[in-house]
């Protein structure tokens, strides 16, 4: 199964892959002809690897926090958040690498209270300063446990974030909302109250990993 989000660039991609293995059929040069039909079709498997989007099946719980993304944990912080949480607060930053699946999902039941979108840099994800200064998307939930604020981050490579929630609308834990194209990072911040459950390079998967829980 292929994202959406991904539908115009993979026939793109297949397209000029079709056209240029074609044309090796013309060619007489092995060495070009054989360039011809393994770079595009590498391409090709490339691209749609990146746009998978396999289903995911989320906690039962409605007291925890599930990962936006598939990668690895960068960083288990304490903060203090101005954004949205507005107090002493936990993060969990996760590096998106190219292989892994690039859809995000939605960490936790509740409302969007806050989305803004920043323009700005495109240094390296995994980069502690990237969550401030790189192009990057701001959510915040309010949940029945609280707030919850998370971001996608573009990274070095990944140039285009795409999200479809909006302010006010209601969502649903594990449900898809958008991806961040060729490697990328996303950040939960969640009030101190909360209890951690994965360290730092732990691998996580999108809309199944608890990334935060909140003794009831």
């Keep these: 199964m292929f994202t959406k989000y991904g539908y115009t660039t993979l026939g793109i991609i297949a397209i000029i892959s079709f056209l240029l293995i074609s044309s090796s059929f013309f060619v007489h040069n092995s060495i070009l002809k054989g360039l011809l039909i393994i770079i595009p079709t590498v391409f090709l498997i ?8 396999p289903e995911r099946k989320a906690p039962s719980a409605d007291n925890v926090v599930v990962s936006p993304a598939d ?10 958040d101005k954004n949205f949480v507005n107090s002493k607060a936990k993060q969990i930053s996760v590096f998106m690498s ?52 998370f971001t996608q981050v573009a990274g070095f490579i990944a140039r285009r974030i795409v999200y479809e929630i909006e302010l006010g609308d209601s969502v649903k834990i594990g449900e898809r909302f958008g991806m961040i194209k060729f490697g990328s990072r996303v950040d939960v911040i969640v009030s101190s109250e909360w ?20 003794v009831k």
């Design 98 to 149: 190219p292989l892994n699946v690039h859809v995000n999902r939605i960490p936790i039941d509740g409302k969007i209270d806050y989305l803004k979108y920043h323009q700005g840099e495109f240094i390296a994800a995994f980069e502690d300063k990237a969550s401030e200064r790189n192009e990057r998307s701001e959510f915040g939930i309010t949940s029945k446990y609280g707030k919850v604020f």
């Design 195 to 214: 209890k951690e459950k994965v360290k730092k390079d732990d691998i996580v998967k999108a809309g199944e990993t608890i990334l935060f829980e909140h």
């Design 46 to 53: 490339f691209t749609m690897n990146f746009f998978r989007d």
């Design 71 to 80: 990668g690895k944990v960068l960083f288990v912080k304490e903060i203090e």
